[in-house]
């Protein structure tokens, strides 16, 4: 059985939860937007059909938008858990840096 909260914990708790949520939904944006010019980088080093590149544009816009509002919805309902068992925290800090690691891969793919 969890304790009493008093109104101020969960409303803390709630800014908390929220708070970490918009970061990782902003962080998110970002690697997103890398691996989209990796990917299109990849393509137009891979001397592929001109013609298909707005294609390849689409479909590669389509499945990173459709990743991200994965990502939107599966944050906020596991960080809405990890806040009422108090360890927002810690699945923050760990969502934030996989986070950082696939963006700086992106960067790198990117570069080649």
Request: aromatic residues 12%; positive net charge; hydrophobic residues 55%.
């Amino acid at each position: 059985m969890m304790p009493q909260r008093s109104p101020a914990q969960i409303v803390a708790s709630v800014a908390a939860t929220y708070g970490a949520w918009l970061v990782t939904c902003v962080i998110s944006v970002g690697v997103l937007i890398t691996w989209h010019n990796a990917l299109l980088r990849l393509y137009v080093l891979m001397g592929l059909d001109k013609y298909g590149a707005a294609f390849f544009n689409d479909m590669v816009v389509l499945l990173l938008v459709l990743v991200w509002l994965g990502l939107v919805v599966f944050a906020e309902g596991w960080f809405r858990r990890t806040s009422n068992e108090g360890t927002l925290g810690r699945t923050f800090f760990r969502t934030t840096v996989a986070q950082l690691a696939l963006g700086l891969l992106g960067y790198v793919v990117g570069r080649l």
